[in-house]
């Protein structure tokens, strides 16, 4: 793959009129990520698209040093949305550096607080993010002729969640006015809440700690997280269904829609919920404790499972460099040459990095053009450097837990097609069967679809992680620690999915200090650059030839199926999007076959 | 840093492994330390001294094949 020069709609040699917008910046909580793009108005596509980030953050260099049981505390700021994420990936990471295993009870207590995360984030995300690209006020502006439709659409699940149209549901997202909005709100405290009730505090988790938790074990904290359980599956229960009747209704009101942020099935999940009865943080086992988590990591292409082995997955990571704003850091120290099982280690993996900021000035045209390194996944059958994405997260989780079939909780079951997922009764509806399928494309709409699908998988999840703690304590197993020492020379890593996907932290301590450390959060896979392959990361890739169905022109232009396309990998927590419109700068590209041919005699 | 184009930063006053561990000095992570912990049983149960050093035999439950479940 490498830049689109030309649209799909274009016949060659034909001339085009290319007009720039950005959006800058978009996303993440210091909103540091910009997109560039061309686009085609008379063939309503967009041309070219460029991600880039103005924010250097430096973690890597200067976690060197520091105490590797401080690790967690550290980098869990790295986020201020999924900071907990990061604190247990660190805590996976040192719990292999150490050789410690956690009582069961503590691998339960993270399960409970990582689900409640999900929860939480997923709703606040969709309902109060994504959502407003979807409401009424936004469609109106943007596609009046849909809400038109929308209006005389009935809902078909209106009986489960009460909108009688389609209409009625995109009021309902209004932002600040409707229904679903405002209940979104409340329901994202409540799962804050749990959170809070099972690590300490939320986003940076006070009670987590390398060889287990701090959380006291009673009755009394896991009957607390059970009720505000029950009240958030009875919005669920109504969610679901509302998403689907949304999205569907897209797929059907703007026939073509489903190539709108469309790329090849490319996802990659690192998995989720450590099962306490396989795990032993042990790297020469990690293939097995790896398949018995709760969300399955794996490798998707071309909606194929290619591996869910964790030691295959860590030992293809390969960060390269293209269009960063860092030097190349092949001629510096290589700290790990092989892993624990005698496998080589490439320069080019976390373990071996070294990170080399060279600040320029930016050069969209033909230069570096992001602080974002370009992580890939290398695919050892074809030489390819894979340009993974998450999907969003819950896209790549659902699609590599149903396709590897391991997971069967009762709760939740993987078939090897679709995932089952079975809520109990709750507050004030019965209990629910869903079950999320494999979709046909990799796309916008689906990527939003399964975040409210996941959001059901971890309450299912949660039910199960109850009854298993509660069945710990009741027996009087309250032990939440292991003891361990600090050795003066180990490596380790951790596996884990942060709420919009994938997140590996890397370590190496020497002198009873970190030397090398190197996390690996979803948004540098997702956003990443053109790397030296040309390859471009999966945002450019799935903008780039994007239809465009906004019915404004290029002065009223407000980018929503972009907007959508974008939100809909979740890059972090758009806290605002401001867009640079203006009239746009107009670029004329002039195509002459022969030279002199257009001086006309 | 770039060896080739360093950053210009100031003179550092401290060491980056400043609040690393000094070794020697005790951690309550060491192996070892759960046993020297009161009410914690070496089986991974525990009892309500964990909670209270003031008459914790009484807080105990009152029958022997209840679970000990002590406050937080």
Redesign the interface.
Same mark, same amino acid.
Request: cysteine-free; proline content about 13%; hydrophobic content about 20%.
């Given at each position: 793959m490498t830049t689109r020069t030309a649209g799909a709609k274009q016949s060659a040699g034909e001339p085009r009129e290319l007009v720039e917008m950005s959006w800058d910046p978009i996303t993440r909580i210091i909103g540091n990520l910009g997109i560039y793009t061309k686009i085609d108005f008379n063939n309503r596509e967009v041309v070219e698209c460029k991600s880039t980030s103005s924010l250097f953050r430096g973690y890597s260099v200067?976690m060197?040093?520091?105490?590797p049981?401080?690790a967690h505390f550290i980098t869990s700021r790295i986020c201020g949305i999924c900071g907990d994420n990061h604190a247990v990936c660190s805590i996976y990471a040192q719990n292999m550096a150490y050789g410690v295993k956690p009582?069961p009870l503590a691998e339960w207590i993270i399960n409970l607080g990582e689900a409640a995360e999900y929860m939480f984030d997923h709703t606040l995300f969709q309902d109060n993010l994504v959502f407003v690209d979807y409401c009424e006020q936004m469609v109106k502006e943007t596609n009046p002729g849909l809400l038109r439709r929308a209006e005389t659409t009935e809902a078909p699940n209106a009986g489960l969640h009460g909108f009688r149209t389609i209409a009625d549901i995109m009021r309902a997202f209004n932002p600040f006015s409707g229904a679903v909005y405002k209940e979104a709100l409340h329901v994202s405290r409540v799962t804050r809440e749990m959170c809070c009730l099972m690590e300490g505090r939320h986003v940076h988790p006070s009670t987590l700690?390398?060889?287990g938790v701090g959380t006291?074990a009673?009755?009394?904290?896991f009957t607390d997280y059970l009720v505000r359980l029950l009240r958030v599956l009875d919005f669920l229960k109504k969610a679901v269904p509302m998403n689907d009747d949304l999205f569907d209704f897209f797929y059907e009101a703007l026939p073509g829609y489903e190539e709108v942020g469309r790329r090849r099935v490319m996802l990659g999940c690192w998995g989720s919920f450590q099962d306490p009865a396989a795990v032993d943080y042990d790297y020469r086992n990690m293939n097995e404790w790896g398949r018995r988590m709760f969300v399955t990591p794996g490798i998707v292409l071309d909606g194929e499972l290619l591996t869910t082995d964790l030691v295959d997955i860590n030992l293809g990571i390969r960060i390269l460099l293209g269009s960063s704003y860092y030097?190349d850091w092949q001629a510096e120290e290589t700290f790990v040459t092989h892993d624990p099982l005698g496998n080589p280690v490439d320069q080019r993996h976390p373990w071996n990095q070294t990170t080399?900021?060279?600040?320029q000035k930016r050069d969209l045209e033909h230069g570096n053009y992001s602080w974002v390194m370009s992580p890939r996944w290398y695919d050892r059958r074809t030489g390819d450097h894979l340009a993974l994405d998450t999907g969003g997260g819950p896209l790549a989780r659902l699609w590599s837990t149903a396709l590897a079939g391991l997971v069967d909780t009762g709760t939740v079951r993987a078939t090897g097609h679709s995932v089952e997922i079975n809520l109990p009764k709750s507050g004030s509806l019965p209990e629910m069967r869903l079950e999320w399928k494999v979709p046909r494309w990799a796309n916008t709409i689906e990527r939003n679809r399964a975040r409210a699908y996941f959001v059901a998988y971890a309450a299912a999840m949660a039910v199960h992680f109850l009854e298993q703690a509660l069945g710990e304590?009741?027996?009087?197993?309250?032990?939440v620690? +292991?003891?361990?020492?600090?050795p003066d020379e180990a490596i380790g890593c951790g596996f884990h999915e942060a709420v919009r996907g994938v997140l590996s932290h890397h370590m190496v301590i020497r002198d009873?200090?970190i030397a090398n450390y190197h996390p690996y959060p979803p948004t540098p896979w997702n956003a990443s650059p053109r790397d030296m392959y040309g390859t471009p990361g999966p945002y450019e890739d799935a903008v780039q030839g994007l239809p465009i169905f906004e019915e404004n022109g290029p002065d009223s232009f407000k980018g929503i199926d972009i907007m959508r396309t974008v939100r809909s990998f979740d890059p972090c927590l758009p806290c605002g999007v401001h867009m640079y419109l203006g009239g746009g700068k107009e670029l004329k590209q002039m195509h002459s076959p022969t030279f002199g041919a257009s001086l006309g005699g | 840093? +770039?060896?080739?184009?360093p950053?210009r930063t100031g003179h550092p006053d401290v060491?980056?492994?400043a609040?690393?561990?000094v070794?020697g000095v005790k951690?309550g992570?060491?192996?070892?330390?759960?046993g020297k912990q009161e009410g914690?049983l070496p089986?991974?149960? +525990?009892t309500a001294r964990?909670s209270t050093g003031i008459n914790p035999r009484k807080h105990d439950p009152i029958d022997p094949d209840m679970?000990?479940?002590?406050?937080?």
């Open positions: 200067f060197k040093g520091k105490d049981r401080d009582p700690y390398p060889g006291v009673t009755p009394q904290v030097d080399l900021p060279k600040p304590v009741r027996a009087g197993r309250t032990q620690f +292991s003891d361990f020492d600090v009873g200090k | 840093m +770039s060896k080739k184009h950053i060491r980056p492994d609040p690393s561990h070794k951690e992570n060491s192996r070892g330390n759960y914690h089986d991974g149960r +525990s964990r679970p000990n479940l002590s406050p937080a």
